[in-house]
């Protein structure tokens, strides 16, 4: 089984978050719509998953039974799970471009029947937390020792179902089971605070009975660690509440709308944004 090795080298981590942010920024403005600013918040997390160490899993087998699982439960950031799961091998990165064209299987959320790699079609938001469960509770009576990994908008957090999912999860300890908040403080009509605010966060799981941890997500060494931690606490699901910047690490490109939420860069706005990019530490 050629299972994906990961690294613990931040350079070369950062190196491969900075291929992805390029691949979402390019993907988005040539199908003239998507998400870039939700998809950019969450690279670290993902490259952190996939790439480093924390996710176990077989691009030339994907179904394998033993695999780890992510589920993108903000599926409106599909872009970023694309340009991961190119950069993982699972198709040519060539391919990217198709992104919501006709006939490809990149389509404006993730589709579980189209391309290898998906574990979930997702996009209603507040649903990838229950399937989520349904996963850890399946590898768990499988006998695997899988894990499963859910990523959850912080605007999406207003759903019901989210903490109806958290309940459950706790009541079957499944410590096999770890939520990631991107926590990027917008949602579609506005910032989060304004449209319902729940922070502080991390409390919030705890009083469900989860582990809880508070990071800032877009710094790629916090993240490895939490997932660290969250890999060696038993007993209980583990909830990571990534502080980041939606857009990030784009100022100058996104104008004076730091939510941008739902529009590509133009072309002009898309050279600058990959200027910004190749700048960042």
């Not at 190196?15 to 870039?36: F, L, V």
């Not at 690279?43 to 160490?53: H, M, N």
Request: hydrophobic share 40%; glycine share 10%; with cysteine.
């Amino acid at each position: 089984m050629a299972v994906f090795q990961g690294t613990t080298d931040l350079a070369q981590l950062k190196a491969r978050a900075k291929t992805i942010r390029k691949d979402i920024i390019e993907s988005t403005t040539a199908a003239g719509s998507g998400h870039p600013t939700s998809s950019l918040s969450g690279v670290e997390v993902l490259v952190a998953l996939y790439f480093g160490g924390y996710l176990r899993f077989d691009p030339k087998n994907p179904t394998w039974p033993q695999r780890d699982r992510f589920i993108l439960s903000k599926g409106h950031a599909a872009p970023l799970l694309y340009a991961v799961l190119a950069e993982a091998g699972y198709f040519p990165r060539e391919q990217l471009v198709t992104l919501r064209k006709l006939g490809s299987p990149l389509e404006g959320h993730p589709n579980v029947r189209r391309l290898p790699g998906i574990e979930a079609s997702t996009g209603s938001l507040g649903q990838g937390l229950s399937i989520g469960v349904g996963h850890a509770l399946a590898t768990r009576l499988d006998g695997f020792d899988s894990r499963t990994f859910v990523m959850i908008g912080d605007g999406e957090l207003d759903e019901g179902q989210v903490w109806e999912a958290a309940m459950s999860a706790q009541k079957y300890k499944l410590d096999n089971l770890v939520a990631i908040v991107d926590q990027n403080g917008y949602q579609q009509t506005g910032p989060t605070a304004e449209v319902l605010d729940l922070r502080p966060v991390a409390p919030r799981w705890e009083s469900f009975g989860w582990f809880a941890q508070e990071i800032n997500g877009n710094d790629q060494c916090e993240v490895m660690q939490a997932l660290e931690k969250a890999r060696q606490t038993k007993g209980k699901p583990s909830a990571i509440v990534a502080k980041t910047v939606k857009g990030w690490p784009l100022k100058a490109s996104l104008g004076k709308d730091p939510n941008h939420h739902g529009k590509p860069l133009t072309a002009e706005e898309a050279k600058l944004a990959i200027e910004e990019i190749e700048k960042a530490g």
